[in-house]
């Protein structure tokens, strides 16, 4: 039997490197300021591409997301571990996800974009990560008393490749910049966040590259810090210290360094929904077993309850923005509060009520 | 005397390390862990080999089987 490298310790330090180095550069190259890589950002851009919500400075097909699914989805068919499944607490997955992007975008980014801003600078990313690991540790304390989703079965070889297929579409409808209607989508944002981005091939690349990675070592940001509560494995930690430190020393490099809290890109000041929003979100990843990267990755290697969570957190980025609950560099929405705290309470019904008995 | 056996099938990271652990936790030192992919595997013997199991993998189809031994 092959061993594999990426899985190994030395691995995924190196895999952490690599993301962190590419996603400054990826910043350097147009891509947002600390938002080198950020999946729920990209999804929510993708989101308002399609016209699903209209929030002007936040619409452009984003190909790292793609690069990501495809990226996976390659590498997984080489490797052997393509494998079709699907079945394990389908429903509650969409909605975990759709209040992961919900409190994500209260913070404003994922669990990447948080250590990307952290390795910029921007010190209101200390209590987005602080807020995700409370998040966590709470998920953690549903683990303990056997929440789960139930098992997953698996399906027919062809059942994997759909959500391959609609990145693929994505990516016909970004090239050929499609406009399906005068006014209409596809949109893309003239002025803001959404307007700014890498050269397509460049972002393309970056993920295809990140998801083939990321497929072999199993990054993931989310359970980096479950296992270390968990279990005290320091595993995954080190892939995401090492995304950290990639970035940090890169972001110096190229002078994207600002340290402080005040007038940081695409980021608000109110630490309190920092702190809950993240807080939100990582309980969300925790009960559906991966943070939004692990979640494409997993998409692309035929896990389609992950598809379905990363189908729920393009419907949460939509309703974010339609129903005013996505904040913006000024605060936070009027609406955030209600939206965060029903959050809290689906995933506690949630975590308290799918404690399937499990025979070992 | 006869190995614990852990059906972990089916199940994502970290149910089948929580499953694990619970044997563990009862007092087995001679387990049989049956997963049904890669990530399982590894992390099972991630977890059981920095408890100083002897661990030996047989890969059947449809499911990959590892015993531990303390």
């Known amino acids: 039997m092959r061993e594999n490298f990426f899985a190994s310790r030395s691995g995924i330090v190196v895999v952490g490197v690599i993301i962190g180095i590419s996603a400054a550069w990826l910043q350097y190259l147009g891509n947002p300021a600390n938002m080198g890589i950020c999946v729920a950002c990209m999804e929510r851009d993708i989101v308002g591409a399609l016209g699903f919500h209209r929030a002007s400075v936040a619409q452009y097909l984003r190909p790292e997301i793609m690069g990501f699914v495809l990226g996976s989805f390659f590498v997984s068919l080489l490797a052997g571990d393509y494998r079709p499944r699907g079945g394990s607490g389908t429903l509650i997955r969409f909605f975990l996800g759709m209040f992961a992007m919900i409190g994500a975008l209260v913070f404003l980014g994922c669990p990447w974009r948080a250590l990307l801003r952290l390795a910029g600078g921007d010190g209101n990313a200390i209590f987005g990560l602080l807020g995700l690991i409370a998040g966590v540790f709470l998920g953690v304390q549903f683990l303990k008393r056997g929440y789960n989703l139930g098992r997953s079965y698996p399906q027919h070889r062809a059942s994997g490749w759909v959500f391959p297929a609609l990145m693929v579409v994505l990516l016909f409808l970004l090239v050929f910049r499609v406009s399906f209607s005068p006014g209409g989508p596809i949109f893309f944002s003239e002025k803001g966040p959404g307007s700014q981005h890498a050269p397509l091939l460049v972002s393309l690349a970056a993920g295809v590259i990140i998801g083939g990675l990321a497929q072999r070592s199993r990054f993931c940001t989310m359970g980096a810090i479950r296992d270390v509560i968990l279990i005290r494995d320091f595993h995954l930690l080190s892939g995401v210290g090492a995304l950290v430190a990639g970035a940090l020393i890169m972001n110096i490099v190229l002078g994207q360094f600002k340290p402080g809290f005040t007038g940081q890109p695409v980021a608000h000041d109110n630490q309190l929904w920092n702190f809950l929003g993240m807080a939100l979100a990582g309980l969300a990843f925790v009960l559906a077993g991966g943070c939004p990267g692990r979640q494409l990755f997993l998409s692309g290697e035929g896990d389609m309850d992950a598809a379905i969570f990363v189908l729920g957190m393009m419907v949460g980025a939509a309703v974010a923005h339609n129903l005013n609950f996505a ?30 008995r499990l025979n070992l | 005397m006869g190995a614990r056996r852990v059906d972990a099938r089916g199940l994502s990271c970290p149910q089948p390390v929580i499953m694990v652990d619970r044997a563990l936790k009862e007092g087995n030192g001679h387990l049989e862990v049956l997963v049904d992919n890669e990530v399982s595997k590894e992390n099972v013997l991630r977890f059981l080999n920095k408890r100083g199991f002897h661990t030996e993998v047989e890969e059947e189809v449809g499911s990959i089987v590892i015993k531990a031994m303390k």
């Open chain 1, 327 to 356: 904040s913006s560099p000024v605060g936070i929405a009027p609406f955030a509060p209600i939206a965060v705290l029903a959050g809290f309470v689906f995933c506690f019904v949630v975590g308290l009520t799918q404690r399937e």
